[in-house]
């Protein structure tokens, strides 16, 4: 773990940014939809409101799509 912590201050990085990548490798290696991915980006530069709003979206869809699955069984 010492080499690890070496290496990582060495490159100014993070030992988490070493061994995991960086938050942006993460999320593309979790969000295979790149235009999901660019849209969540985009999102990140809006208002807090808007943020708000789109997340309050994404959540009352999820929640509909979850009720529908467990009435049709």
Do not use: R
Not at 18 to 29: E, P, T, V
Not at 37 to 44: D, H, I, P
């Amino acid at each position: 773990m010492e080499v690890i912590k070496k290496i990582a201050e060495a490159l100014s990085v993070s030992t988490d940014a070493l061994i995991y990548g960086s938050s942006d490798q993460q999320a593309k290696n979790k969000i295979k939809d790149t235009e999901l991915l660019t849209m969540f980006n985009k999102v990140q530069s809006l208002e807090d409101k808007d943020i708000s709003a789109i997340k309050s979206l994404i959540s009352a869809y999820i929640l509909k799509t979850d009720l529908q699955k467990n009435l049709n069984g």
